[in-house]
Structures are given as structure tokens and as C-alpha cells.
């Protein structure tokens, strides 16, 4: 008796998990400013503490939004397959620190600092997530417009970023389920028998020009459809005018994550950063 094929999950982004918590009720724009502010300490200090102290952060917020396991996709098994050859190309580098095994000394300096990019990535990775997962897209494009207000002196046109922010997150979604319509579609048309090398070559180039046109199409007909339903709703304007602002619970996060991020960055650049430094 065979047992049935797990099912894989795909990546699921741009799309709120249904819920009303502490971490949904943020102000957008809060947490746009708390990713960029992460976004700069992990670019100029990118050490174990700082990653280790977000990561903190990113399970903290998981827990408090009901993050569900089924919303991470599966890692296909290619992946680990790269990053596994990747750490062992890695520890080729060598570098401090040294271990000795036997009259040998092998240096974890290249595998660390592997491990440690990749965290990092991991890391990056789940603060866009954690954002796309608890956060409509509807309140991106207000909370930007109220972002960028200090720029409208300067005759920068805010309010039209932020409504292309918008359309753009909106369509996104949108043309992944219909190419994966058109891929589906494809798959079930029968199998054709090609004689040569040279057919097989030529059916799949027009195959990918039919599918192309085929999505070229589909993107065409959906931005028709989106810009009736943003003509009937009162222009592009209605779009960035919602209100939006940051309420109390908005200046409780920043507090937490300032209080993290400021020890997480003491700690690497006095005792931690003197102990790897007498290393």
C-alpha cells in the first residue's frame, strides 16, 4: 500500500491571515518604519546579537498575531541541497576561530560567516512576511501618503507613489492565481510525441509564446477591471485619502523594539565586540 504524496504548501504573502489582534491593529505605517529601522542596524551591524535579538523580536510578533505553521511554505528539497553545498564551500575559506583535531587546525571562519549571511536572509525574510501576513493592503497606501507628508513641499508627488504602492500590491496576488490557472491549463493538455530534438525545441518556444500572450492578456484584462472598480469608488484619489495615523499601542511597539534592538546593539559593541576582537 503506497502512502499518499505530501501536499506542498506554497508561499502565501500579500495576504493578511483572517484575526484581530495586538500585532493587526498596528498602524501601517508603523510597521513599515519599524522593518526600515531594523533594515538599517542589521546593514551597518550585522552581528549574532542584532540577528539573534530580531529574530526575538519576529517569533514575539508571530505569537501575539496567532501566526498559524501552515502559512510557511514548504523548502523544497533543492534548497537545502544548495545551502548544504554552499556551507561546505564555505569552510574551504577557513579564517578564525581554529579548532584542533589532532595535529590538525581547521578554520570556522568561512562557515560561520555562511551561517550567519543566511541568517540574516532568514531573518529579513520574516520581518516581510510577518508585515504581508498582518497588515491589509488597503492601509498601505494612506499610511505612506502620511509618511511622506514632510515631501509634498518639495513638489514630490506622494500621493500618486502611494497609490501605484497600492495598485501594484493589489494586483500582485492577482496575476499569481491566474498564471497558475494558465499553468494548470497547460498541464492538462495531452502530451505531444516530438520526433527529433529540433521539434521538441520548437514546441516549447511556442508554447511559451502562447503562454506568454496568454498572461500579457490576462494582466490586461485584470488592470481593466481594477481601474471600472477604482472609477466607480471615486477616482485613484480615494485610494491614499483614507485616514490614518498611529495610535497609542504604535508608540508601545516602537518603545519595545527600541529598548531590544538599543541592548541587542550595546551588547555587540562593547562585550561581545571586545571578546571576538581579543579572539
Known amino acids: 500500500m503506497t502512502t499518499p504524496r505530501k501536499q506542498r504548501r506554497e508561499v502565501v504573502l500579500l495576504r493578511p491571515v483572517p484575526g484581530r489582534t495586538v500585532i493587526h491593529d498596528l498602524w501601517a505605517g508603523s510597521k513599515l518604519l519599524i522593518v526600515a529601522g531594523i533594515g538599517v542596524l542589521l546593514t551597518f551591524y550585522p552581528g549574532w546579537v542584532p540577528i539573534a535579538a530580531v529574530a526575538l523580536l519576529i517569533v514575539l510578533a508571530a505569537t501575539l498575531a496567532r501566526i498559524p505553521r501552515g502559512v510557511l511554505p514548504t523548502v523544497p528539497r533543492w534548497l537545502w541541497f544548495l545551502l548544504v553545498l554552499g556551507a561546505v564551500t564555505a569552510a574551504f575559506a577557513g579564517g578564525s576561530p581554529f579548532i584542533g583535531i589532532g595535529s590538525v587546525e581547521i578554520g570556522l571562519g568561512g562557515l560561520l560567516n555562511f551561517l550567519r549571511i543566511t541568517a540574516l536572509s532568514i531573518v529579513l525574510l520574516g520581518l516581510g512576511a510577518m508585515v504581508s501576513w ?129 541592548i541587542a546593539l550595546a551588547l555587540e559593541l562593547t562585550v561581545l565586540g571586545t571578546s571576538s576582537t581579543r579572539g
Not at 166 to 178: G, K, Q, T
Not at 188 to 207: I, Y
Not at 211 to 224: C, F, G, M, N
Open 134 to 262: 498582518t497588515t491589509n493592503v488597503a492601509e498601505v497606501a494612506p499610511a505612506v501618503a502620511v509618511l511622506g507628508r514632510p515631501l509634498r513641499p518639495l513638489r514630490v508627488p506622494v500621493d500618486d507613489w502611494a497609490v501605484t504602492l497600492a495598485l501594484a500590491l493589489r494586483a500582485f496576488p492577482m496575476l499569481i492565481d491566474e498564471f497558475r490557472v494558465l499553468y494548470a491549463a497547460r498541464s492538462l493538455r495531452p502530451a505531444e510525441v516530438d520526433k527529433d530534438g529540433r521539434s521538441r525545441w520548437r514546441r516549447w518556444g511556442a508554447e511559451m509564446i502562447d503562454l506568454l500572450a496568454a498572461a500579457v492578456t490576462v494582466a490586461l484584462r485584470r488592470a481593466d477591471e481594477m481601474g471600472d472598480a477604482i472609477t466607480a469608488r471615486g477616482g485613484a484619489g480615494q485610494i491614499s485619502a483614507a485616514p490614518s495615523r498611529p495610535h497609542r499601542r504604535d508608540w508601545f511597539a516602537f518603545a519595545v523594539v527600541i529598548v531590544v534592538c538599543g
